[in-house]
């Protein structure tokens, strides 16, 4: 069985060039978290020359979380279907974004884009939020408040469970 690779969040894009399709990773440290909302509104207000906020050098994961019960940070945190994100992710990118953790097939644009940047996008399991949920020590709402459970967060992660399903040459283990 293969040895899980451990790293920590920022990431240094050398270490993410390193990484090849079907890696399991734990990750550690903070992250951004939002989804469809949240990407539109951020890629709306780079189109109106008013950027809401930088994510150059970010890891997003795309995730709306449930509400947290007594005694957790969030409730369940299971990654959202990414290629709801496809739209928006070669911008990205292109304008500094290293990394993406989500759910399921990316389009062919995305994967160019990762190559083209040297990036990676990594598998959580689906059905796992309670697991993830458990990883997360702790939470804030960065923007977009009114968006509720789409608003951006950051969240410190430890130990948090992914796998390379894009790497940055292009590899997919979607094809795999």
């Known amino acids: ?87 928006y992710t070669p911008f990205m990118l292109d304008n500094g974004l290293l990394a993406q953790i989500g759910k399921g097939k990316r389009s062919q644009e995305c994967i160019d884009a990762f190559v083209r940047n040297g990036c990676v996008y990594f598998a959580a399991i689906g059905g796992a939020g309670a697991i993830y949920s458990k990883c997360i020590e702790k939470a804030e709402v960065l923007y977009f408040e009114d968006l509720g459970t789409e608003a951006v967060r950051r969240i410190w992660v430890k130990d948090f469970p992914v796998v390379v399903a894009i790497d940055s040459q292009g590899n997919n283990i979607y094809n795999e």
């Not at 939002?34 to 930088?54: P, T, V």
């Not at 509400?67 to 369940?76: K, T």
Request: charged content about 30%; some cysteine.
């Open 1 to 87: 069985m293969q040895d899980i690779i451990r790293l920590n969040l920022p990431f240094d894009k050398e270490e993410l060039k390193k990484l090849r399709v079907g890696d399991r990773v734990q990750l550690t440290g903070d992250m951004l978290v939002f989804r469809d909302a949240g990407h539109k509104r951020l890629y709306q207000s780079i189109l109106d020359g008013k950027q809401a906020f930088e994510y150059k050098g970010e890891t997003i994961y795309f995730m709306g979380p449930c509400p947290a019960r007594e005694g957790e940070v969030l409730g369940s945190a299971g990654p959202t279907t990414s290629c709801r994100m496809d739209k």
